[in-house]
């Protein structure tokens, strides 16, 4: 079946640097979306994607809709202590578009030293 | 705007026992969907129900269901819980408008966290 592949699996850092992960998949996609989660939570929405090439910011996120289709990335800058949590890509392909499912990718587990 | 919220959000179990969990989408989202989210497998899709209708459905077995109902409010049942239903369980609702896009946004509740003992 179809599956994301996002690195790193997780991420130790220090408060104010800069942080980039990323997503890619065998298979194209339509729409690209990153969510963050918190622990005891849903996932909550960071970034919309929805053409290729399209490059999407909000505040100090950055993403990504690669030209292939097949792969996302998303950068934090100057990153600060609530940015932790855990990042999900996920994707909705061709043939899934408009019923309601999407594919996640396993996660990236942010951590920010102070 | 209220965002998805889902009930209840804390459940106990044992095994054998059936299960159901609800959720109510944003006002004016028709379109619903379920996840099952474990450390194991991550979040996985389940089903999507639009106007009352499955329109897509994952690769669970039968003994989880779902309904929507006629104010877009839906349901999910597990039945004869086994250990490894255990999980947080997630919805997401989206306008499924056709706006142009290839696809409708998900917004996602808090999750209804199952333990099956």
């Known amino acids: 079946g179809q599956q994301l592949n996002q690195s790193p699996q997780s991420m130790f850092i220090q408060e104010g640097e800069d942080v980039s992960m990323n997503c890619t998949s065998s298979?194209?996609?339509?729409?690209w979306l990153w969510y963050k989660q918190d622990p005891g939570e849903g996932p909550v929405l960071l970034i919309a994607l929805y053409k290729a090439g399209e490059l999407t910011s909000n505040g100090r996120l950055t993403a990504q809709f690669g030209i292939t289709r097949k792969d996302s990335f998303l950068n934090i800058s100057a990153s600060i202590p609530s940015d932790v949590g855990i990042y999900f890509c996920a994707g909705d392909s061709p043939g899934s578009s408009n019923t309601g499912k999407l594919i996640f990718g396993q996660g990236t587990t942010l951590q920010v030293k102070p | 705007k209220a965002g998805v919220t889902q009930t209840p959000r804390y459940l106990i179990k044992t095994r054998g026992q059936q299960v159901t969990l609800s959720c109510s989408p944003i006002s004016g989202h028709r379109s619903v969907s379920w996840y099952q989210q474990t450390p194991g497998q991550g979040l996985q899709f389940l089903f999507e129900?639009?106007?009352?209708?499955?329109?897509n459905k994952g690769n669970f077995p039968g003994r989880f269901s779902g309904r929507q109902f006629s104010n877009s409010r839906s349901e999910m049942n597990v039945s004869t819980l086994e250990l490894g239903d255990s999980a947080l369980y997630l919805c997401?609702?989206?306008?499924?408008?056709?706006?142009?896009?290839?696809?409708?946004?998900?917004?996602f509740g808090p999750g209804t966290r199952l333990t099956v003992l």
């Open positions: 129900y639009f106007s009352e209708t499955q329109r």
């Open positions: 298979s194209i996609f339509n729409t």
């Open positions: 997401a609702s989206s306008l499924a408008k056709l706006s142009g896009r290839p696809t409708d946004t998900q917004y």
